[in-house]
């Protein structure tokens, strides 16, 4: 397959804001704000989709409404990046009638985080053309002045995209969520190189098997989860080996679980690292944790189908992204 990196975006240039997934009611006003904070930080223009603000049911829109919102920003030449604007649950509807030759035939950024992971994965899948993970618009919205999460997406869109990633600084759950986590830790050492795939976890979940699924051979998977419970986690994790995921890969980068740690559990010596070794105890793939992917938290923007580096052993998660492909 032809990798497809998409053109970097410019001051002046509009980024088109679509809804593919759940509608933003109940987060108009912080989503009024990350457009005001994205168009003054990056000067650029944000234009909406029709249905980018719409609500049908639990979705920004019918089936047909979104899809058009999205195949219309694809074939305007005005529109140089194309961001969806929250996830949810509905984002699979698309899966199987996007115009993957629509998209390929007209490559641009594409961005989203959680359920939009059931789009971006088989975009690339489908087309070759890198997508980004890492951007759900109202975070922008959230508190204050995000600067590691704008400081990514500048590198990531307007510069290169390459070289490595760091930790946030200032990295706190905008929430309070009670967590324990306490930074990047080592799960297993060792090192890798492969293309990136994944997300959301259990988005990513409903592609496996499907010819909508990116190739996992030779892939680092990333991942981050919803409000899922330590059990729940450990689930999803053995459902991973039973589909042979864990033959596959060859690094993994789990990011910030929210949900993940209670307050009250009392075996708190069982955390992410320790299921997770137990899971994939015939495996020496590395892995590694950072925080900097998940809800409620400053993310770092992801190139999905970009070739990267881990060295967990000493903390390293580098973008190995050309200049131009």
């Not at 994790?237 to 209670?262: C, K, M, P, T, W």
Request: glycine share 10%.
């Amino acid at each position: 397959m032809n990798i497809i990196k998409p053109p970097r975006l410019h001051s002046g240039d509009t980024i088109g804001l679509i809804g593919v997934s759940n509608h933003i009611y109940d987060r108009q006003e912080r989503f009024e704000q990350s457009i005001k904070i994205f168009e003054h930080e990056f000067g650029v223009k944000v234009k909406l989709g029709p249905h980018a603000l719409g609500h049908y049911h639990y979705s920004s829109g019918t089936v047909q409404e979104r899809l058009d919102d999205f195949h219309n920003m694809l074939i305007d030449p005005t529109i140089k990046a194309i961001q969806f604007t929250v996830g949810g649950e509905t984002a699979i509807d698309l899966v199987d009638k996007l115009n993957y030759d629509l998209i390929k035939n007209n490559p641009k950024i594409i961005s989203g985080f959680s359920d939009c992971t059931t789009l971006l994965n088989p975009i690339f899948a489908k087309t070759g053309l890198i997508t980004y993970h890492g951007l759900e618009f109202s975070f922008l919205g959230y508190d204050g002045h995000p600067q590691y999460m704008l400081d990514s997406i500048r590198k990531t869109w307007f510069g290169d995209g390459g070289g490595d990633i760091k930790p946030n600084p200032s990295w706190r759950d905008w929430r309070g969520t009670f967590n324990r986590y306490h930074g990047w830790q080592i799960i297993r050492s060792g090192q890798a190189k492969g293309h990136l795939v994944g997300g959301n976890l259990t988005s990513f979940f409903q592609l496996l098997d499907t010819t909508y699924c990116p190739d996992l051979h030779g892939a680092i998977l990333i991942f981050e989860s919803y409000k899922h419970e330590k059990k729940e986690v450990h689930r999803l994790f053995s459902a991973l080996r039973l589909h042979q995921v864990f033959d596959q890969i060859v690094g993994l980068v789990i990011g910030y679980n929210v949900g993940f740690d209670e307050q009250n559990d009392e075996d708190v010596t069982w955390g992410i690292k320790e299921i997770l070794l137990e899971i994939t105890n015939q495996y020496d793939f590395p892995i590694i944790q950072i925080g900097e992917i998940g809800h409620y938290v400053e993310n770092v923007i992801i190139p999905l189908g970009a070739n990267a580096t881990i060295d967990t052993t000493n903390l390293v998660f580098t973008i190995n992204i050309p200049t131009e492909i």
